[in-house]
């Protein structure tokens, strides 16, 4: 989706959140908690242990576009990032995603899910995951690149509230144009009346 040499930002803005929280104060709700993705299925953060078939699922589904491993690596380890991968029942990994969040903006590094796998709900899933893990690095913003002949993707993309706001042409190795794609965050991460 976007180059992993993307620019690394201020400071991390993700990150462990406090053991100990302060007093909360007694209109404060929290967030709410994350629905699980779609039934047979689980998910966790990605380990560095998973990334063989990660970068195995890349280089298929990302022919034109793939990450070198050595670039998925610093990805997966720089500290704005938050990757999740998606297991089956026997514990395959059939799907995984990852975000970055700088400052106010989030953007949807990667997406992917086992073509075996389509259809049954984990792109919405780990796209929603993102939204929220964005959300509470403080993002108001989420943004995301497709590229312009993949329409089931940005079709994903437009029924969350995606709207097409550039398009950068022959973006791609192969020649193809990037449809820039944004997302106001702040309607369910705002402040609640
Ligand atoms: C794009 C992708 C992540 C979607 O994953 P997914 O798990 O199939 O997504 P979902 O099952 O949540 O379906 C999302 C939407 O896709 C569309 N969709 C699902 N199955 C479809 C099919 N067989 N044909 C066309 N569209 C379909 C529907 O609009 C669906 O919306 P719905 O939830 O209202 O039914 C997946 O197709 C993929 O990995 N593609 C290859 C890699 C890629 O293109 N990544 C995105 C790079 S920007």
Redesign the pocket.
């Known amino acids: 989706?976007s180059p992993a040499d993307s620019p690394g930002g201020p400071p991390p803005s993700i990150g462990p959140r406090p053991s100990a929280a302060p007093a909360a104060s007694p209109a404060s709700t929290g967030p709410s908690p994350e629905p699980p993705p779609p039934a047979g299925y689980a998910a966790r953060p990605l380990e560095l242990a998973d990334l063989e078939a990660v970068h195995r699922f890349e280089l298929r589904?990302f022919p034109a576009d793939a990450w070198p491993l050595e670039m998925f690596l610093a990805e997966v380890r720089h500290p704005t990032r938050r990757y999740t991968v998606v297991l089956d029942e026997a514990g395959v990994v059939v799907g995984y995603a990852g975000m970055m969040a700088v400052a106010e903006t989030g953007d949807v590094q990667t997406?992917?899910?086992d073509p075996g796998h389509?259809?049954?709900?984990?792109?919405?899933w780990l796209m929603e995951r993102m939204h929220r893990q964005a959300r509470e690095a403080g993002a108001g913003t989420m943004m995301l690149e497709?590229?312009a002949d993949?329409p089931?993707?940005a079709?994903?993309y437009e029924?969350l509230g995606y709207a097409r706001i550039h398009l950068r042409p022959r973006y791609y190795q192969d020649g193809v144009d990037a449809v820039i794609m944004s997302k106001d965050l702040t309607p369910e991460g705002g402040p609640r009346p």
Request: no cysteine; glycine share 20%; aromatic share 0%.
């Open positions: 989706m589904l997406i992917a899910v389509e259809g049954r709900g984990l792109g919405r497709v590229r993949n089931r993707a079709g994903l029924s």
